[in-house]
């Protein structure tokens, strides 16, 4: 094994162990919607949320980074340049992590000042980490970028998918540059954080998993080079023409020009059409296999990612899209529920089938299979959606009798709160996320063990 | 926009595009397994999203121009399948022959 690999193997445990902890952050975040008082004076809600969503962003990001160490030494047939940094880097990300992790939950507040912006808080909704760990992602991505450059510089052998992951690392690595300015005009510092946040989401993102996914094709189904590269192309045109203005959504409140109203909604209306092809693409692939592979959970996952992300971003995403709808839906548990789904079905599927695809290969079964897999792919899956559809019913109540009846005044807002549709919302999704915490525990079980059981696996998946 | 047309609005849109994903389904493995019970059904699932459609540009306080587009994403929807499994099924017999 190449040693990007046992890095990846690395990435990919902390990927998982910050699933853990934002499922417990998620559920402590549910929690407070039905008893406010709990840990009052402890740890406040926002922290729990802070820790919720940066979890959230940094297991992702540590699953995609996995992923790439994973694959990248087979696509260019050789140790990847400069790795010895990347193994250094790994740790010092790590532990920055805990770190910024450590500080929310006991220094939690600073002031307002240079020094709270540098060693607390930034204050960034989704980028709060404090500074000095904002410049240690930037190095951090850095070397990431000189691992995959470098390396491809080094054999003079760009494939068609390694040529769109060199492209997608420039502006990951520049739009996270958004994260550091401290504007003071709240409109203009949206303006740009919305950069950051919406494209490195539905840009730099989509095509960072739109590579990881071409090589899963071809590892999982052994779906030849050219279809993979052919299709990945598509897609990633397709998913950026409609992604990267359908950043306009986000500035129809944030006090941007009015033109935003009509770009953004049209090309965010737009964006549920290539997620259509990827389903025919995913069921056709699918299909032609007989639905037959040497790894059913990867391959579950796979199919999961492409309903998730059709359910969770085209659905959930159309419906309250469009400016007329989104002046009462914004900023409502209805776009929390849309945020969980898509977030869910566009990336965090795809991690855990790529998860899967390298344990078989690192315990060296020929197939991977069992029991176990499927009662975590039940529960986590189940959990999701039963969230996401309680988060809407408590969306509707908020969007209906706080924005639409009650006008947004501060008793409208209480009047939402105390709404029984939402407050039974919030109750129903933290009994679902209590069930997605259970298929968490089964998923980290199953990843644990499944080298163990591997004679039965092995058995049980070549029956299957 | 009174608060059950914002309802009512919001749920069709979402009706909408799930209704084309499952047309889009559901065609894809009618082709796959060539029964006719299945390309009917994905007829009907595009018959209720062009109901849905048209439900949308009747009822709902959208503007005109948002129900334009409804109609030319419904179009779009229609054809996107098809044109995927067309294009999917000639990459895949140009491989085999390569």
Same mark, same amino acid.
């Given at each position: 094994?190449?040693?990007?690999?046992?890095?990846?193997?690395?990435?990919?445990?902390?990927?998982?162990?910050?699933?853990?902890?934002?499922?417990?952050?998620?559920?402590?975040?549910?929690?407070?919607?039905?008893?406010?008082?709990?840990?009052?004076?402890?740890?406040?809600?926002?922290?729990?949320?802070?820790?919720?969503?940066?979890?959230?962003?940094?297991?992702?990001?540590?699953?995609?980074?996995?992923?790439?160490?994973?694959?990248?030494?087979?696509?260019?047939? @050789?140790?990847?340049?400069?790795?010895?940094?990347?193994?250094?880097?790994?740790?010092?990300?790590?532990?920055? &992590?805990?770190?910024?992790?450590?500080?929310?939950?006991?220094?939690?507040?600073?002031?307002?000042?240079?020094?709270?912006?540098?060693?607390?808080?930034?204050?960034?909704?989704?980028?709060?980490?404090?500074?000095?760990?904002?410049?240690?992602?930037?190095?951090?991505?850095?070397?990431?970028?000189?691992?995959?450059?470098? =390396?491809?510089?080094?054999?003079? @052998? &760009?494939?068609?998918?390694?040529?769109?992951?060199?492209?997608?690392?420039?502006?990951?690595?520049?739009?996270?540059?958004?994260?550091?300015?401290?504007?003071?005009?709240?409109?203009?510092?949206?303006?740009?954080?919305?950069?950051?946040?919406?494209?490195?989401?539905?840009?730099?993102?989509?095509?960072?998993?739109?590579?990881?996914?071409?090589?899963?094709?071809?590892?999982?189904?052994? =779906?030849?080079?050219?279809?993979?590269?052919?299709?990945?192309?598509?897609?990633?045109?397709?998913?950026?023409?409609?992604?990267?203005?359908?950043?306009?959504?986000?500035?129809?409140?944030?006090?941007?020009?009015?033109?935003?109203? =009509?770009?953004?909604?049209?090309?965010?209306?737009?964006?549920?059409?290539?997620?259509?092809?990827?389903?025919?693409?995913?069921?056709?692939?699918?299909?032609?296999?007989?639905?037959?592979?040497?790894?059913?959970?990867?391959?579950?996952?796979?199919?999961?990612?492409?309903?998730?992300?059709?359910?969770?971003? +085209?659905?959930?995403?159309?419906?309250?899209?469009?400016?007329? &709808?989104?002046?009462?839906?914004?900023? =409502?548990?209805?776009? !929390?529920?849309?945020?969980?789904?898509?977030?869910?079905?566009?990336?965090?599927?795809?991690?855990?089938?790529?998860?899967?695809?390298? &344990?078989?290969?690192?315990?060296?079964?020929?197939?991977?299979?069992?029991?176990?897999?499927?009662?975590?792919?039940?529960?986590?899956?189940?959990?999701? !959606?039963?969230?996401? +559809?309680?988060?809407? !019913?408590?969306?509707?109540?908020?969007?209906?009798?706080?924005?639409?009846?009650?006008?947004?005044?501060?008793?409208?807002?209480?009047?939402?709160?105390?709404?029984?549709?939402? !407050?039974?919302?919030?109750?129903?999704?933290?009994?679902?996320?209590?069930?997605?915490?259970?298929?968490?525990?089964?998923?980290?079980?199953?990843?644990?063990?499944? +080298?163990?059981?591997?004679?039965?696996?092995?058995?049980?998946?070549?029956?299957? | 926009?009174?608060?059950?047309?914002?309802?009512?609005?919001?749920?069709?849109?979402?009706?909408?595009?799930?209704?084309?994903?499952?047309?889009?389904?559901?065609?894809?493995?009618?082709?796959?397994?060539?029964?006719?019970?299945?390309?009917?059904?994905?007829?009907?699932?595009?018959?209720?999203?062009?109901?849905?459609?048209?439900?949308?540009?009747?009822?709902?306080?959208?503007?005109?121009?948002?129900?334009?587009?409804?109609?030319?994403?419904?179009?779009?929807?229609?054809?996107?399948?098809?044109?995927?499994?067309?294009?999917?099924?000639?990459?895949?017999?140009?491989?085999?022959?390569?």
């Amino acid at each position: 094994m190449y040693r990007s690999q046992q890095l990846a193997v690395k990435y990919l445990a902390a990927a998982i162990a910050l699933f853990g902890i934002m499922t417990v952050a998620g559920l402590m975040s549910a929690y407070y919607y039905i008893n406010p008082d709990f840990l009052f004076g402890i740890l406040h809600f926002n922290i729990a949320k802070i820790l919720h969503i940066d979890t959230m962003v940094i297991w992702l990001l540590m699953g995609f980074m996995g992923a790439i160490y994973w694959f990248l030494p087979e696509e260019f047939g @050789r140790e990847l340049v400069g790795i010895r940094l990347a193994e250094i880097l790994f740790y010092v990300f790590f532990g920055a &992590v805990a770190v910024v992790a450590v500080v929310f939950i006991v220094v939690q507040y600073g002031n307002s000042n240079e020094t709270a912006l540098w060693f607390i808080n930034q204050g960034r909704k989704y980028v709060e980490a404090p500074r000095w760990a904002a410049i240690g992602v930037v190095v951090v991505m850095a070397v990431f970028a000189y691992n995959v450059i470098g =390396t491809a510089y080094v054999t003079r @052998r &760009v494939t068609g998918i390694t040529a769109v992951l060199m492209i997608d690392l420039v502006p990951l690595l520049v739009l996270y540059l958004d994260a550091f300015p401290a504007i003071s005009n709240m409109s203009a510092d949206l303006f740009w954080w919305w950069w950051l946040v919406h494209l490195w989401v539905e840009a730099t993102w989509e095509v960072l998993i739109g590579c990881i996914m071409a090589w899963t094709l071809m590892q999982l189904l052994g =779906t030849s080079r050219r279809i993979v590269e052919l299709w990945l192309y598509i897609e990633v045109a397709l998913v950026l023409g409609t992604g990267i203005l359908g950043l306009g959504h986000h500035y129809f409140w944030i006090g941007a020009p009015s033109y935003w109203l =009509t770009i953004g909604g049209l090309f965010s209306a737009l964006e549920p059409l290539p997620l259509l092809g990827m389903v025919v693409h995913a069921v056709y692939d699918a299909g032609t296999h007989h639905m037959k592979t040497t790894n059913r959970p990867a391959f579950y996952w796979l199919l999961a990612e492409a309903f998730g992300n059709f359910l969770g971003g +085209g659905v959930w995403g159309f419906m309250i899209t469009l400016p007329q &709808v989104n002046l009462y839906a914004h900023g =409502t548990q209805w776009t !929390v529920s849309h945020g969980h789904f898509a977030f869910w079905g566009a990336y965090a599927c795809g991690v855990l089938s790529v998860i899967y695809l390298v &344990v078989q290969k690192l315990r060296g079964l020929d197939h991977l299979g069992g029991t176990l897999w499927k009662w975590s792919f039940a529960a986590l899956n189940l959990g999701l !959606v039963g969230m996401v +559809g309680a988060l809407l !019913v408590s969306g509707f109540a908020q969007a209906f009798v706080e924005r639409a009846i009650g006008g947004s005044t501060h008793d409208a807002f209480i009047a939402g709160q105390t709404n029984p549709w939402f !407050v039974e919302g919030m109750v129903t999704r933290f009994i679902f996320g209590l069930l997605f915490a259970a298929g968490y525990v089964a998923l980290v079980w199953d990843l644990l063990t499944i +080298g163990r059981r591997a004679p039965v696996l092995a058995a049980a998946g070549a029956a299957e | 926009m009174s608060e059950i047309s914002l309802l009512q609005s919001a749920l069709l849109l979402g009706l909408y595009v799930a209704l084309a994903g499952s047309y889009g389904l559901v065609y894809t493995i009618a082709r796959l397994q060539d029964a006719l019970i299945l390309h009917r059904m994905a007829c009907i699932l595009y018959g209720l999203h062009g109901l849905t459609a048209i439900a949308i540009v009747a009822w709902t306080p959208l503007q005109i121009g948002w129900k334009g587009l409804i109609v030319a994403s419904s179009a779009a929807f229609l054809a996107i399948p098809p044109i995927t499994w067309r294009f999917l099924q000639r990459t895949h017999e140009n491989e085999v022959r390569g």
